[in-house]
């Protein structure tokens, strides 16, 4: 039976994580009847027949899951299955008609957090749904997505891959959001970090684009590939990829199979928007918007700013930062300009350092490793740490 989901709005009583009710229709229709207009913020109802299976973006997106279990039905025991071996961290409760002890029991030894009567009462699912959370956060085993930015850059040429190549190694040397930091190359025409890494993968993000249902956490880390810096990169492909080529759902589904892998996730993403691109750009924790002290720049900068307002993108979301910034005593327009021209407070600086930049990127290094005290080293670690601050607690 296809599935009907209902994403419950946010008034009345909200729910710390976005929990998921998978059960069949005529028990969904009772839940949905119930919860009438105290709707609970991220809970979610799917209708499905008790032996289908869980749908790919519900395994990757749920952070508690209820599921209706029927005992005599391999489908539906095997399914509860699918969901343990893909998920082993996920608080998975079982809703169950006419369970006795002897069932609950074995559940219970089966890794489910608790079992739900069938129909359900709101009541009495929403503190179980809160007692199954509270546990599991207090054992640490709540399964919480990475962090996750992109660089925003209105035109080309902003150096915008240059920055994300030494930020993946400043997050990861920094420590704060965890050491496993990966960086994935979505600019599908013109990708530069496996190039400016100095290395040369065999597989590419096109290869999970196109892994299907073999896409997985240990497919993600084969083609990961990790820089003697530490951190990880997934590298564009080495051929040129039309951009409407790329199917949305499959790119979120990796991408939260990747925040699922690594510490924290950074996307370089190409400077043309798409549908597929926005959506990868919605998705993140935080957008750092790049933009220099020229007019247009800022100009085009703007226009990326009027676009996240339009899309209700919260404002704290979006960081300002100044890339190539100068301080000379005769500059144009300067920081404070950039900041009340776009009507914006700027988050962070990162000085201006062509030549060195260039010399590094030829030899397939960062800049660092020729000089550790350039300006634009030290800016980046600094915007590093800010970032730590912001998200390390998600780690």
Known sequence: ?????????????????????????????????????????????????????????????????????????????????????????????????????????????????????LPFDFDELFTQVIDAAATSSQSGTMDRLAPMATMVHAVGGMGATSVLTHLAAAIADDGGCGSRVCLIDLDLQFGEVAVQMGLTPQNSVLDLLEAGERLDGDLIRDTAVQTKYGHYIIAAPSQITPLEDVDVDRLLRMLTLARREYDYVLLDLPVNWTNWSLSAALACSEMLILTDQSIGGLRQTKRCL???????????????????????????????????????????????????????????????????KAPFVRDVARLAEQMCQRHGGQA
């Open 1 to 117: 039976m296809k599935s009907e989901l209902n994403i419950a709005g946010s008034s009345g009583t909200e729910l710390p994580m976005n929990a998921f009710v998978i059960a069949s229709p005529a028990h969904i229709a009772r839940l949905d009847g119930a919860i009438g207009n105290s709707r609970a913020s991220k809970l979610n109802t799917i209708a499905l027949a008790s032996g289908d299976p869980v749908p790919f973006s519900v395994m990757d997106q749920a952070e508690m899951l209820v599921l209706e279990i029927d005992p005599e039905s391999e489908a539906s025991l095997a399914r509860m299955e699918q969901v343990r071996r893909a998920r082993p961290n996920l608080p998975l409760l079982a809703a169950v008609e006419n369970a006795d002890l002897r069932l609950v029991r074995a559940l219970l030894r089966q890794g489910v957090s608790d079992v739900v009567a």
């Open 306 to 372: 009027d676009l996240f307002d339009m899309m209700d993108v919260p404002r704290e979301n979006l960081q300002l930062i100044v890339n190539r910034a100068e301080k000379k005593m005769f500059q144009s327009i300067g920081v404070h300009e950039v900041a009340d021209t776009l009507h914006r407070n700027v988050s962070a600086t990162i000085a201006k350092d062509k030549a060195g930049l260039e010399s590094a990127q030829d030899q397939g290094v960062l800049l660092g490793e020729i000089n550790k």
